[in-house]
């Protein structure tokens, strides 16, 4: 069982930062999961991929959208991701997702109640 959990999302004004972070527990987190991220879902839209990392390694993806100005990272002692949003826009608001799996393919297989990030023009 994996189990993920969000915080440090808010109200912010376009052009400030956020960080937000998630904490990952369960038995079997360092078997089942190889690849955590982060995905988004606003209103009306579908849920899209923002970033990803490898655990391990510690490569990195991103969405186009958020390339330059999101940056994902790790801290593998605690089991804990972040991801580090500046010069953020409105249309960044959104419900972000922490989310990780065996693999970047099947990276939603384990995902997170989700931390409301709302960008204000």
């Avoid at 969000?6 to 190889?34: D, H, I, M, P």
């Avoid at 982060?38 to 958020?66: C, H, M, N």
């Avoid at 100005?69 to 960044?92: C, G, H, V, W």
């Avoid at 972000?96 to 393919?105: F, K, L």
């Amino acid at each position: 069982q994996v189990q993920l959990v969000e915080s440090g999302g808010g109200l912010v004004q376009a052009g400030n930062s956020l960080r937000l972070f998630c904490a990952a527990s369960g038995r079997t987190f360092s078997r089942a999961v190889n690849v955590m991220g982060w995905l988004r879902q606003a209103p009306g839209k579908e849920r899209e991929f923002v970033a990803a990392i490898s655990w391990s390694g510690g490569s990195t993806d991103y969405a186009d959208s958020v390339k330059g100005r999101f940056t994902i990272s790790r801290d593998i002692a605690k089991s804990a991701l972040y991801l580090q949003m500046n010069s953020l826009k409105p249309e960044d608001t959104a419900v972000y997702h922490c989310a990780g799996g065996p693999s970047r393919a099947t990276i939603s297989t384990y995902w997170g109640q989700g931390t409301q990030v709302t960008v204000s023009s």
